[in-house]
């Protein structure tokens, strides 16, 4: 059984300590990264996890008020708080979650926390949905598109960026542009977040295509790309400082 895992910090480093520790795991599929709460509950609406490796001090809608709001959900998943703060422990578990695990993470005190979620599941009968569920969803580098009524298979290297026209979704390579079937929330999830990046509402680049970094206007940027078209990228406000943080400018 594999359960499909959502990981959410505002810190990147401390996403990336975490996924690091996760990928140990057998049990665990790492199949989304949120840095904030709010963008954590766009993608539970979006996709079945199983499981939230959930901070608590964030900006805006904190750990434990998210925690609280999925419990209202059909199906939520099953939440592990991994945080530096251990006053909020008592407060986590009124909102149903099976373990708290203080930074810095300690390797087996994880597991012990992933082999709870594992053993609860089992004992609800949700054990072969979960396998079912992680079947689809694994990884195979590519993404199906559409060119001239045939599907093609977009290598995830090759894609510069992806983007919205209207009410479509489009991939861009480096001569090319392929019609997608996904939204971008589901594209966020399916895609390897170390690599690709939500810049703007309406753009995610492929990190290792940018080139330039173009300062714009009141904070906001844009990205040339490699592309035929040497293309520009817009970075929002809010992004940029996301992207600063990751980048290190």
Request: glycine share 4%.
């Amino acid at each position: 059984m594999k359960l499909r895992a959502l990981i959410v910090d505002d810190e990147y480093p401390a996403r990336q300590e975490l996924r690091y520790a996760l990928s140990k795991i057998d049990n665990v599929e790492i199949v989304g990264e949120a840095a904030n709460a709010q963008e954590a509950l766009s993608l539970i609406k979006a996709l079945d996890y199983s499981v939230l490796f959930l901070d608590i001090a964030m900006p805006g809608m904190s750990g434990l008020d998210l925690g609280a709001v999925i419990q209202e959900l059909p199906n939520p998943p099953h939440v592990i708080y991994v945080t530096a703060y251990d006053e909020y422990a008592v407060k986590a578990f009124d909102v149903n979650a099976v373990d708290y695990i203080l930074k810095p993470i300690d390797e087996k005190r994880l597991r012990k926390a992933v082999n709870k979620v594992l053993k609860l599941m089992r004992e609800s009968g949700n054990g072969a949905e979960a396998a079912t569920q992680a079947e689809p969803a694994i990884r195979i580098g590519r993404l199906p598109a559409e060119k001239n009524g045939k599907t093609v298979l977009v290598n995830e290297s090759d894609i510069v960026y992806i983007f919205t026209e209207g009410d479509a979704v489009y991939v861009k390579t480096f001569a090319d542009r392929y019609l997608l079937h996904f939204t971008l929330k589901e594209l966020e999830a399916r895609l390897n977040p170390t690599i690709f990046f939500r810049t703007h509402r309406c753009f995610i680049v492929n990190l290792h295509k940018v080139k330039e970094i173009i300062p714009f206007f009141n904070g906001t940027y844009s990205l040339v790309v490699d592309d035929k078209e040497r293309s520009e990228v817009p970075l929002s406000r809010a992004q940029a400082k996301k992207l600063r943080r990751i980048l290190g400018f």
